[in-house]
């Protein structure tokens, strides 16, 4: 229920209506060992990291296009380390729903095709996920104590 209530403030945020139709995201809840493995064999980093996200998407308007039209829309493939995104939440002084749910709105918006390859593109993700968390009342996650 909550991955649904964040993915319809992603959406909100976004400015992207839906139409009634079903949508359908593949999330996983895995750990370093596994994470690790396909982070090496999908993106050649040998290392573990706390979230990978695969939008089966090039673009947010195929995205948005294929909302609006089809009953039926998978978007992608969410796997998430529980032992990283735990580490990490101890480490930065932060409760681990907060930063599981960042992690979750970082990932949905990957599946919409944004990205944080470039300064630019980091800083407008960056923007998106503080003006999301802020409506749930979660402080900014680039701000570290």
Same mark, same amino acid.
Not at 24 to 53: A, C, F, P
Not at 100 to 111: E, K, R, T
């Given at each position: 229920?909550?991955?649904?209530?964040?993915?319809?403030?992603?959406?909100?945020? +976004?400015? @992207?209506? +839906?139409?009634?139709?079903?949508?359908?995201?593949?999330?996983?809840?895995?750990?370093? *060992?596994?994470?690790?493995?396909?982070?090496?064999?999908?993106?050649? *980093?040998?290392?573990?990291?706390?979230?990978?996200?695969?939008?089966?998407?090039?673009?947010?308007?195929?995205?948005?296009?294929?909302? /609006? *039209?089809?009953?039926?829309?998978?978007?992608?493939?969410?796997?998430? =380390?529980?032992?990283?995104? /735990?580490?990490?939440?101890?480490?930065?002084? /932060?409760?681990?729903?907060?930063?599981?749910?960042?992690? +979750?709105?970082? =990932?949905? +918006?990957?599946?919409?095709?944004?990205?944080?390859?470039? /300064?630019?593109?980091?800083?407008?993700?960056?923007?998106?996920? @503080?003006? @999301?968390? *802020?409506?749930?009342?979660?402080?900014?996650?680039?701000?570290?104590?």
């Amino acid at each position: 229920k909550l991955m649904e209530e964040i993915f319809i403030m992603v959406l909100d945020n +976004l400015k @992207i209506s +839906l139409c009634e139709n079903e949508i359908e995201i593949s999330i996983n809840l895995n750990n370093d *060992k596994n994470i690790k493995d396909l982070n090496n064999k999908y993106r050649n *980093k040998d290392k573990t990291t706390n979230v990978l996200t695969f939008s089966l998407y090039e673009n947010k308007k195929d995205v948005i296009r294929d909302l /609006k *039209k089809l009953p039926y829309i998978c978007i992608g493939d969410i796997i998430f =380390s529980y032992d990283t995104i /735990k580490n990490e939440a101890e480490e930065q002084n /932060k409760s681990f729903k907060n930063h599981f749910i960042h992690m +979750l709105v970082h =990932s949905y +918006l990957h599946l919409f095709c944004y990205d944080h390859l470039t /300064k630019k593109d980091e800083t407008i993700m960056e923007n998106l996920e @503080i003006e @999301i968390l *802020k409506k749930m009342d979660i402080n900014n996650p680039y701000l570290i104590d």
